[in-house]
């Protein structure tokens, strides 16, 4: 079964407009939520990342809100541009596993129109 | 610069045949991941490695072997009994904990069966 449920599967936004990807869990042992951004034809690269005891992280136009007691995560891209065409994966990380796992999103395919 | 090398980028078998795919790292983690990449159904696990001559199973280990006798490399085999092996294969590493330490993920390698 899926750990996390991701949503849009696909995405699509004007330049200059917000992006919202959502994602959510059961596992109340996850404690890390990361997400990775890929370019088609390579490999998934780590965006940004938020631990449980903050709502929000920022870093740039990037901005994740997480609520704990939904048990729900949102990636926003402000002012999306083309450059930001890819798909994204959010992901949780198992504090209870040893080596520390991630469980993936299915992934959102974003398409920014110029 | 320090990265993950997969090869070949693309590559072509005929059904029955076992298949190696390399995946080797400068960057001196530990630990080290397969993912496959399917549309629609984000990053599965197939195996991991927290150290030299040691491996766990992922999600969907079946059909796969794997083989950790130098830090550096990772090479995964999908064998013949993988009953849908095309699909885009990623390596990943990791110092340690996904916690601690995000995944690098190489470029990946993309592998067509007939």
């Known amino acids: 079964q899926q750990q996390v449920k991701q949503s849009p599967q696909s995405l699509i936004v004007q330049k200059g407009g917000i992006s919202i990807i959502n994602c959510a869990y059961e596992n109340t042992a996850f404690d890390y939520f990361p997400w990775y951004q890929q370019f088609p034809g390579k490999g998934p690269a780590l965006l940004i990342a938020?631990?449980?005891?903050?709502s929000e992280k920022k870093e740039g136009r990037f901005t994740i809100s997480f609520n704990k007691s939904a048990k729900q995560f949102s990636l926003h891209i402000m002012d999306s541009q083309p450059g930001d065409s890819a798909t994204y994966f959010c992901?949780?990380?198992?504090?209870?596993?040893?080596?520390?796992?991630?469980?993936f999103g299915r992934g959102t395919q974003l398409t920014v129109w110029p | 610069d320090g990265g993950i090398t997969q090869s070949p980028k693309y590559l072509f078998r005929k059904e029955g045949q076992n298949v190696t795919l390399s995946c080797e790292q400068n960057l001196n983690h530990d630990a080290m991941y397969w993912y496959r990449q399917d549309p629609g159904q984000g990053l599965r696990l197939i195996y991991y490695?927290?150290?030299?001559?040691?491996?766990q199973k992922g999600d969907i280990a079946e059909g796969y072997s794997v083989s950790r006798e130098k830090k550096e490399s990772f090479p995964l085999t999908v064998t013949s009994a993988q009953k849908n092996p095309t699909a885009f294969y990623l390596c990943?590493?990791?110092?340690?904990?996904?916690?601690?330490?995000?995944?690098?993920f190489g470029n990946g390698t993309r592998l067509t069966v007939t």
């Open positions: 938020i631990r449980p005891d903050v």
């Open positions: 490695s927290q150290i030299v001559n040691d491996f």
């Open positions: 990943a590493s990791s110092m340690g904990s996904a916690y601690n330490s995000p995944l690098h």
């Open positions: 992901a949780a990380l198992d504090r209870g596993s040893t080596l520390g796992r991630l469980y």
